[in-house]
T-cell receptor, first 114, second 112 residues
């Protein structure tokens, strides 16, 4: 069966410091990968998605970047964090080229920028 | 940009009551999913619907997809405290079948 893991679960970082959140998926090949951010426990905003190694699409301009160095690894980064980057970050995956697309989420990472 | 509107935003009911939450868009979905999320955790998929008029049941939960595939509803019968959580709908449109757009959710509280 497929599993998804992301870490760290909780992070407190000062303004201006770098960020690296990592996500890995097991049990599937060439998944679509996603990073979402959720503010105030409500709707999810899609930040980045990837349909293959090295292929990253950004949905919104921001202080963050994403990379996919391996097929099942997705990394969210920032060189200098802002206060507004605080939130709940969710990595997710889906099967490629499957109709009725369903997304499966990781456990989430709480980021607090102080 | 396609938008999903969920209503109500907040719902607080007593154990044993029935409830319905809604998800609406002005665009036609190619597929729609419902998720449930508990605090501090990732959303968990409840159901996927793809056919207009489709009805799916999951124990006390009934999901309906509108005939025109622009709206959906989730009905819970005899709600229990364990049903408490944030209910999110998410839709995919046309050629962007690998991207989902989420609504802001309905925060349900079931009081014992």
């Amino acid at each position: 069966s497929q599993t998804i893991h992301q870490w760290p679960a909780t992070l407190v970082q000062p303004v201006g410091s770098p960020l690296s959140l990592e996500c890995t998926v097991e049990g599937t090949s060439n998944p679509n990968l996603y990073w979402y951010r959720q503010a105030a426990g409500r709707g999810l905003q899609l930040l980045f998605y990837s349909v293959g190694i090295g292929q990253i699409s950004s949905e919104v301009p921001q202080n963050l970047s994403a990379s996919r160095p391996q097929d099942r690894q997705f990394i969210l980064s920032s060189k200098k964090l802002l206060l507004s980057d605080s939130g709940f970050y969710l990595c997710a995956w889906s099967e490629p080229r499957i109709s009725g697309n369903t997304i499966y989420f990781g456990e989430g990472s709480w980021l607090t920028v102080v | 940009t396609q938008l999903l509107e969920q209503s109500p935003q907040f719902l607080s009911i007593q154990e044993g009551e029935n409830l319905t939450v809604y998800c609406n868009s002005s665009s036609v979905f190619s597929s729609l999913q419902w998720y449930r999320q508990e605090p501090g955790e990732g959303p968990v998929l409840l159901v996927t619907v793809v056919t207009g008029g489709e009805v799916k049941k999951l124990k006390r939960l009934t999901f309906q997809f509108g005939d025109a595939r622009k709206d959906s509803s989730l009905h819970i019968t005899a709600a229990q405290p364990g049903d408490t959580g944030l209910y999110l709908c998410a839709g995919a449109w046309g050629g962007s079948n690998y991207k989902l757009t989420f609504g802001k959710g309905t925060l349900l509280t079931v009081n014992p």
